[in-house]
C-alpha cells in the first residue's frame, strides 16, 4: 500500500453533496458487513461441512474442496486485489467485491451437486479478495489520524466476532433451517452493505498507481499452489507413489521454479522476493502459516468428529467450538500487548509452545472423550492463534522497506489463508492414509467378519469424516461393529495427524527465535 494510502484524508475530501456521504463511522458501518461476511465464512462451513457431505453424498476430498477452493482463490488473488483497488478506486472494488460475495453465496447454496458448491466457493474466494484490502484502505482514508487506530480496532473486533460466532450461527441455521441457508444468510448483510457503501463511502484511489499487474506471475503462482493441494489430497485417497500426486508434485514444483523466475525478472512483481531477504521476515511468515495450518486443520476434523463420532448437533457442536475461537478476541490484544513489549520473538515462541502442547493434548483423545478432556486444548489453541497473528503481522510488515508496507500487508493475508488450505489438505492426507492402513483390522477386530470388511474398504473416505457406513437393514451385532470400527480408525487418523501437526509445531518454535522487532510499528489489528 503506498504513502498515499496511509495519508490522512484531511484537505482532500470532496465537497459532499448528500447527507452521511463521507461519514467516518458510517463508512466503518458499511465496510464492517461487507468484512463480517468473509470473517462468518471463515468457520461457518465447517459446521455445515457434515450436513453438506451427507446431502450432495460428497467423499472428504469434495469436503476439502469446499474450503480450499475458497482459501486458494483467497490467497493468490489478496495481493492484485490490493493494487486493483488503489489504481481504479477502493469504493468501486470494495462494492464489487460485497455484490460477488453475496450473489456466489446465493449460488451455492442454490448448487445442486459438490462440484457446483466448490466452484461457487471459488468465486466467493475472489468476492472476498477485492472487498478485504479494499475495506482497510476506505477506513484509512477516511478517518483521521487520531482516530484511525481506534477504526481498524473495530474493524478487526468485527472480523474477530464473526469468526467466534461462525459455528454458532451455522450450527442454528443448520440444525433449524438446512445447510443452504448459511450461506444465503449472506445476502442480506451483502445488500445493507451495498445500500449503505453506494451512500456513504467517498472514493478515493492511488493517483501514482500504476504499472502492469504481473499476470503470469499471478497465473504461475496459483497453478503452483492448485498442483500442490490437489496432489496432497489425491495422495489422501491413491497413496503417494500413485501417478496423479506425483505428476501434481512435479507440476508444482516446476510452476514455483517459473513463479520464482518471472518476479526475479518482472519489472512491477506481484510478491517482490527482496522482502525475503530480511530473515525476520521469512520466519515470521512461515510462522503464521503454521499458526493457521494448526487452526484450520483443527476446525475441519473437529466439528467432524463432534458431530459424526460424538454424535453432536450441531449447535451443540458450534456451542463447544467457542473455547477456541471467541478466545480470539481477548488473545490477539493480549498478543498485541506482550509484542509491544518484549517484540515478536516472545509471543510467536509462546504461541508455537502452545499450539504443540493443544496438538499432542487433542492427539491423546479417544472416541468416547469427554468434553472436559478436549475444551482446554480449544483454549490453548485460540490463544496461541492470537498470539503468533498478531506478532507474526508485527514482525512481518515492521520488517518491509517503508515502500513495500503494503505489499507486506498482503502477504500476511496471504500466508493466513495458504496456512489454512495446507492444515486441511495435509492433515487430511495424515489422517486419510492412516484409516485406509487401519480399517480392516478395526473392523474385524469389532467383530465384523473379514469378507464384509473387504467390502467396506472402498467407504474409507466417507469413514475418513467420521461416518459409520452402515447398510440399511443390518442386523444389530454387524451395525455395531461397523460403527464401533469405523469410529476406531477415523480416530487413528486424527491422532496421527495431530502428532504429526504437534511435532511440526514444536520444531516451528525454534524458528520464532529468529524474528526481530522491526524498525516500523503496526498500526491497528490482525487482517484476517
Known amino acids: 500500500m503506498s504513502q498515499a494510502t496511509l495519508a490522512s484524508p484531511s484537505g482532500t475530501r470532496d465537497r459532499t453533496t448528500r447527507t452521511g456521504h463521507g461519514h467516518p463511522w458510517l463508512t466503518l458501518f458499511a465496510v464492517a458487513l461487507g468484512v463480517m461476511m468473509v470473517g462468518l465464512d471463515a468457520t461457518v462451513v465447517s459446521i455445515a461441512n457434515p450436513a453438506i457431505a451427507r446431502d450432495l453424498h460428497a467423499d472428504l476430498s469434495g469436503l476439502q474442496w469446499v474450503t480450499n477452493g475458497y482459501l486458494l482463490a483467497l490467497a493468490v488473488t489478496l495481493i492484485p486485489a490490493g493494487k486493483i483497488a488503489d489504481r481504479f478506486g477502493r469504493k468501486r472494488t470494495f462494492?464489487?467485491?460485497?455484490?460477488?460475495f453475496a450473489i456466489a453465496s446465493l449460488m451455492v447454496g442454490l448448487s445442486g451437486g459438490i462440484g457446483m458448491v466448490i466452484f461457487w466457493r471459488v468465486v466467493q474466494g475472489v468476492a472476498g479478495a477485492l472487498l478485504q484490502p479494499a475495506s482497510l484502505a476506505i477506513i484509512r482514508n477516511t478517518f483521521p489520524v487520531h482516530r484511525l487506530n481506534a477504526a481498524i480496532g473495530i474493524w478487526g473486533a468485527t472480523v474477530g466476532i464473526s469468526i467466534a460466532g461462525g459455528p454458532i450461527v451455522g450450527g442454528l441455521l443448520v440444525q433449524h433451517v438446512?445447510?443452504?441457508s448459511v450461506f444465503f444468510l449472506n445476502a442480506p448483510l451483502g445488500l445493507i452493505a451495498l445500500l449503505v457503501g453506494l451512500w456513504v463511502i467517498r472514493e478515493s484511489r492511488d493517483e501514482e498507481a500504476g504499472g502492469s499487474f504481473d499476470v503470469s506471475g499471478v497465473a504461475l503462482l496459483s497453478g503452483s499452489l492448485f498442483a500442490l493441494v490437489w496432489g496432497l489430497i489425491k495422495a489422501g485417497s491413491y497413496g503417494f507413489g500413485d501417478p496423479v500426486p506425483l505428476w501434481s508434485f512435479a507440476a508444482f514444483a516446476v510452476l514455483l521454479a517459473g513463479f520464482i523466475?518471472?518476479?526475479l525478472m518482472a519489472s512491477h512483481p506481484v510478491l517482490p522476493l527482496k522482502l525475503f531477504r530480511s530473515v525476520s521476515l521469512s520466519a515470521a511468515t512461515g510462522l503464521l502459516l503454521l499458526g493457521t495450518f494448526a487452526l484450520f486443520g483443527t476446525i475441519f476434523f473437529i466439528t467432524l468428529y463432534l458431530q459424526q463420532v460424538h454424535g453432536l448437533s450441531p449447535v451443540a457442536a458450534g456451542v463447544r467450538m467457542l473455547p477456541m475461537t471467541g478466545i480470539f478476541i481477548v488473545s490477539s490484544p493480549l498478543g498485541g500487548a506482550l509484542t509491544q513489549r518484549f517484540g515478536p520473538r516472545v509471543p510467536l515462541a509462546l504461541g508455537m509452545v502452545f499450539t504443540a502442547v493443544a496438538?499432542?493434548?487433542l492427539s491423546r483423545i479417544g472416541v468416547d472423550a469427554s468434553y472436559n478432556a478436549i475444551w482446554p486444548w480449544f483454549v490453548l489453541i485460540g490463544l496461541a492463534f492470537g498470539f503468533i497473528m498478531t506478532a507474526g503481522t508485527e514482525a512481518i510488515v515492521g520488517n518491509a522497506p517503508v515502500q513495500l508496507a503494503g505489499v507486506a500487508g498482503g502477504l500476511q493475508q496471504t500466508a493466513f489463508q495458504i496456512g489454512g488450505v495446507l492444515g486441511t489438505s495435509v492433515l487430511g492426507t495424515i489422517l486419510s492414509t492412516r484409516v485406509g492402513d487401519v480399517l480392516y483390522d478395526r473392523l474385524t477386530g469389532a467383530g465384523l467378519p473379514a469378507p464384509a470388511a473387504h467390502g467396506l474398504e472402498g467407504a474409507k473416505s466417507y469413514i475418513a469424516?467420521?461416518?459409520a457406513p452402515v447398510p440399511a437393514g443390518a442386523p444389530g451385532p454387524v451395525a455395531k461393529a461397523i460403527t464401533?470400527?469405523?469410529h476406531l480408525a477415523f480416530m487413528d487418523g486424527f491422532q496421527t495427524s495431530m502428532a504429526v501437526a504437534a511435532v511440526v509445531a514444536l520444531?516451528?518454535?525454534?524458528?520464532?527465535l529468529l524474528v526481530r522487532r522491526g524498525e516500523s510499528s503496526v498500526e491497528g489489528?490482525?487482517?484476517?
Open 525 to 528: 489489528t490482525v487482517a484476517i
Open 95 to 100: 462494492l464489487a467485491g460485497v455484490v460477488g
Open 507 to 512: 520444531a516451528a518454535a525454534g524458528a520464532a
Open 261 to 263: 523466475v518471472r518476479e
Open 465 to 467: 469424516q467420521g461416518v
Open 484 to 486: 464401533n470400527g469405523s
Open 359 to 361: 496438538m499432542f493434548g
Open 178 to 180: 438446512n445447510w443452504e
